[in-house]
């Protein structure tokens, strides 16, 4: 099968971006699978900030040693396919000083519950471009907003790293295809080629 330059060019594009995409968060998530440790650790506020300042960011599997009080007027539901997928809440510390967004998956929506839940599970870089457009208000802080994906555990990484690696995969071949779908140059047999030689120096 041969594909026109336009279509080549295309597949070629979309192919190497989603190699450099898939195989560049599967480095991340292995890197951050192995440094999680077989049991969350105990983490303050202040610690937390820390690991959220951090560069490189690291994910971290951790159970907060200190309490936070939910505003429960700043929650976004994420819907998918018209089920609830997961629930947003705004939080702060003590002084007010110190937001977080903690990302429940879960299929309740009561946010009352959630206040009973344990502050355990992965912090995350926070999105938080994507929910002030979607209607959440931030307050004014000097201090990162720091996001915790409650209840997520380290396995979710792995999973994730062992799903891009498959897409990683499929670019390649997207790639290869695209390379080997191009124009062929025509192939000459030795014998034909010195035929044709011989004819031009004869004409």
């Known amino acids: 099968m041969t594909l026109n330059s336009g279509s080549r060019i295309k597949l070629l594009a ?3 971006l989603a190699f450099v995409i898939a195989s560049g968060t599967v480095v991340k998530d292995v890197r ?3 440094r999680a440790g077989t049991a969350p650790s105990d983490t303050t506020l202040a610690e937390a900030r820390e690991v959220s ?5 690291v994910r971290r599997w951790v159970r907060l040693t200190e309490p936070l009080e939910l505003d429960c007027g700043q929650a976004l539901q994420e819907t998918e396919d018209g089920k609830l997928k997961a629930i947003v809440v705004l939080a702060f510390d003590g002084s007010k000083t110190q937001p977080f967004l903690l990302d429940y998956e879960r299929d309740q929506p009561n946010c009352e519950e959630l206040k009973a839940l344990p502050l355990e599970g992965i912090l995350d870089e ?3 471009k994507f929910w002030t457009v979607h209607g959440m208000t931030l307050p004014s802080t000097s201090n990162p907003v720091i996001t915790l994906r409650v209840g997520a555990h380290p396995s979710g990484l792995k999973t994730e790293a ?3 690696t498959v897409v990683a995969l499929i670019s390649l071949w997207l790639l290869w295809f695209a390379y ?3 124009p062929q140059k025509p192939f000459i047999s030795p014998e034909k080629a010195f035929a044709q ?3 031009q120096k004869n004409s």
Request: aromatic share 8%; net charge positive.
């Open 32 to 34: 951050d699978y192995r």
């Open 162 to 164: 062992e799903l891009l």
């Open 197 to 199: 030689s011989a004819a």
């Open 180 to 182: 080997k779908s191009g």
């Open 53 to 57: 300042r951090a560069h490189p960011f």
């Open 14 to 16: 979309v192919g190497t």
């Open 126 to 128: 926070p999105l938080t």
